[in-house]
């Protein structure tokens, strides 16, 4: 965006021939701002985005607004623009930059922008179809403000220090969860911080109350900053977790299973004690594209335990049956070696977004070793060696086509490299968020792969914002071991989906593999309604980013 200017003296600016520009702004139909003010940064920049602002102050020639503006289809603004408070909902053309400080921008189908687009501590409502020419740069967190001062106006900084002490969720609570094995959850936290000692200590905990097994669960993290970037930290959880938190959000499994009994996962109770390390990129990144990317690596025990059947309230229906169904003593729930054993974890992330894309992978390993794991699985006999390496990899991607449809792409593969895998380790798919013609959590095994490929068409309104499309997706998919072999699964599905950011409701049929594992000649046909979110590229096991 240009070389920086010298701050000091020039950092009051006057806008050189912004009279030409306000008679050209009004000559168009759009407001005006008054002649002669000035605009400036109070203080340093603190930022590279910041740094930006104050270079375009200093290069003048730019037209100000300050209330709400619109901007119609065939207008024109021949110069730049500075929208300071306001809202501009833009469907004409701006031959300039245009920064937005403290205000709402709405780019709507039709607008152009022949410079760069800088949005800097309010709101960036975009359009695939709208023309940037420049670069986009959205910073919903720079802490800046405007206020009037000396006949114009003063850009401040308001760094507002984080509380010594916070409530997580709202007002502590977060969002109750639902499955077949606890029934209703509900998780409450809290935050503490000590700002002024070293390392920045923060320590957050919390609890799970589980009132059909008459239980808490909890959870403490203490960290330290080592650097800007590093934290250091012990933590302590006891929870149930599961390994297909990919296949869909916790919060629309949770309704699901609710009205339904449609539980995509599988379940088992874990402690965790261990240490972990975390290294993050520069947040935000200086530039929009530029990638976000962490690395987590952690080392720890943990004791496993399964659970048994519960009967949960189900709207409609009952409970669909789990894995399987053939062995003795069937428990639609999900068995696991007891015992505990020592692991260590290493996840990377990375992720760039752009305007009409967004590419994420994630990579991770996981190392364990036997301490006193165990369990008797019927039919096999016992197994009590449990050293193993596991690793998986994800990838996720979408792209917005030049005529605005859209192209999105998960995978997702899990493998044991090395020894044999304990079962809390497995992996499940089958059902709706994976190949809706298989049974739900119909495949488990070691091995996992799944990937995924969709192509919509919108119909009805826009493809950042929200509308009606008619999609066409193709899966494919299996679970697998050295003893078990290895087959693939597939289906093709299709349909509309109503969609509204990053979330949609999807109505559609699937034709593809059959309804029963192990007859992949056959051919299945099903209609489903689902909610899909945008996939996940976090590894698997790895903490989520604080």
Not at 110 to 134: K, N
Not at 154 to 176: N, Q, R
Not at 418 to 445: C, D, F, K
């Amino acid at each position: 965006m240009g070389p920086l200017a010298d701050p000091g003296e020039g950092r009051e600016v006057k806008r050189v021939g912004l009279a030409v520009a306000l008679a050209a702004a009004w000559a168009a139909g759009v407001p005006a701002a008054a002649d002669g003010q000035g605009v400036w940064l109070a203080e340093e920049p603190r930022s590279e985005a910041q740094a930006a602002l104050e270079a375009f102050l200093e290069a003048g020639g730019f037209a100000v607004w300050t209330t709400d503006t619109v901007l119609a289809r065939g207008d024109t603004v021949p110069g730049a623009v500075l929208l300071l408070e306001g809202t501009a909902r833009i469907a004409g053309r701006i031959e300039g930059n245009l920064y937005v400080v403290d205000g709402d921008l709405f780019l709507r189908s039709g607008a152009s922008i022949t410079g760069d687009v800088v949005v800097l501590g309010g709101g960036f409502y975009d359009s695939d179809v709208a023309e940037v020419e420049g670069t986009v740069t959205y910073r919903p967190n720079e802490p800046l403000r405007v206020r009037p001062s000396r006949g114009g106006f003063e850009i401040i900084s308001e760094v507002d220090p984080e509380p010594a002490f916070e409530l997580d969720g709202t007002y502590g609570f977060h969002l109750p969860t639902y499955d077949r094995v606890n029934g209703l959850s509900i998780p409450v936290g809290v935050l503490g911080r000590v700002w002024d000692a070293p390392g920045r200590p923060e320590l957050a905990a919390g609890m799970t109350w589980i009132p059909a097994r008459e239980d808490v669960d909890y959870r403490f993290r203490n960290s330290w900053r080592l650097a800007e970037r590093v934290r250091l930290g012990l933590f302590a959880t006891s929870a149930v977790v599961n390994n297909e938190d990919w296949i869909r959000p916790t919060w629309y499994n949770s309704l699901a299973h609710f009205v339904a009994g449609d539980d995509v996962r599988s379940h088992y109770d874990s402690k965790e004690l261990g240490l972990e390390l975390e290294w993050t990129s520069p947040e935000p990144p200086v530039w929009d594209d530029a990638p976000r990317w962490r690395v987590v690596a952690a080392v720890g025990r943990e004791e496993a335990e399964d659970f048994r059947f519960r009967q949960v309230t189900i709207l409609f229906g009952e409970e669909p049956p789990g894995p399987f169904p053939s062995l003795p003593d069937y428990d639609p729930h999900l068995q696991v070696n007891e015992g505990s054993l020592w692991f260590g974890r290493l996840g990377f992330e990375w992720a760039s977004q752009g305007r009409d894309r967004h590419t994420a992978i994630g990579l991770g390993v996981e190392a364990g070793f036997e301490d006193d794991i165990g369990h008797l699985v019927a039919g096999l006999g016992p197994i009590t060696k449990f050293d193993f390496l596991l690793a998986e990899g994800r990838v996720s991607l979408r792209r917005v086509t030049p005529r605005g449809h859209v192209v999105e792409g998960f995978g997702i593969g899990r493998l044991d490299v090395a020894g044999r895998l304990p079962l809390q380790r497995y992996s499940m798919i089958g059902g709706i968020g994976t190949l809706p013609t298989m049974p739900l959590r119909g495949l488990r095994n070691a091995r996992l792969l799944f990937a995924e490929t969709t192509y919509a068409i919108p119909l009805l309104g826009d493809a950042a914002l929200g509308g009606l499309d008619v999609f066409a997706r193709g899966s494919a998919g299996g679970v697998g071991s050295d003893d078990d072999g290895f087959d693939l699964y597939g289906s093709i599905q299709g349909g509309l989906a109503l969609r509204m950011w990053d979330f949609q409701l999807e109505f559609g049929a699937a034709a593809g593999s059959p309804a029963e594992p192990g007859d992949p000649g056959l051919l299945g046909l099903v209609a489903f309604v689902d909610i899909r979110t945008r996939r996940s590229a976090r590894p698997t096991r790895m903490p989520p980013p604080r």
